[in-house]
């Protein structure tokens, strides 16, 4: 039986393997959408979706206007915004509706997707691939010992977290005044 370390040693080196499959360029041309986008949009569902709200705070934190689409205050999208679509098998139902209307509604979109072939992931203009198994996803990705999902879960949220801290240096916002975003009603 696998002891919890000898697991957690296993889960960072896949996360180790996807880290050495990502695109750098695609990357830097989802930080060039964030930057000039007037507004941020986001939308993830399970697992993965908490990986995208977390993001979506951080954003927030680094001055951008970036709302959750599922919170009751967010506003209509439009053009000028961007609507980035974390959808891990790059079909999911109600992700794709929502791209649709993001689109219909003159709004940019990004997927960010484990599976590049599926519907959603086809119909955007730019995608973040994030090459990790990924629940009912096809494409040639890591592959986890880890159940449904989580290698891709993980890896988002490391990812995520990495592309903050870039964003924070191309905009020039030192850490102070991300914590001075902070929520401070806690």
């Known amino acids: 039986m696998e002891t919890i370390t000898s697991g957690f040693e296993r889960a960072v080196d896949e996360l180790g393997q996807v880290a050495k499959r990502l695109d750098e360029a695609e990357i830097s041309a989802f930080m060039d959408a964030i930057i000039k986008a007037k507004r941020v949009f986001l939308i993830g569902v399970g697992r993965e979706g908490l ?35 974390t959808s891990g098998s790059g079909s999911i139902g109600h992700i794709d509706y929502v791209h649709d209307q993001a689109v219909a509604a003159g709004a940019a979109t990004i997927v960010v997707t484990g599976d590049p072939s599926g519907t959603t992931a086809q119909k955007a203009k730019q995608r973040l691939f994030l090459p990790a198994a990924v629940f009912k996803g096809k494409a040639d990705v890591v592959p986890s010992t880890q159940p449904m999902g989580n290698l891709f879960e993980q890896a988002l949220l490391i990812l995520f977290d990495q592309i903050v801290i870039a964003l924070a240096e191309r905009m020039q916002v030192d850490r102070e005044t991300m914590v001075g975003r902070h929520r401070n009603v806690e």
């Open 51 to 85: 990986s995208t709200r977390a993001f979506t705070m951080r954003l927030m934190h680094l001055g951008k206007e970036a709302h959750w689409i599922w919170d009751d205050t967010t506003p209509s999208i439009g053009p000028g915004d961007l609507l980035i679509a």
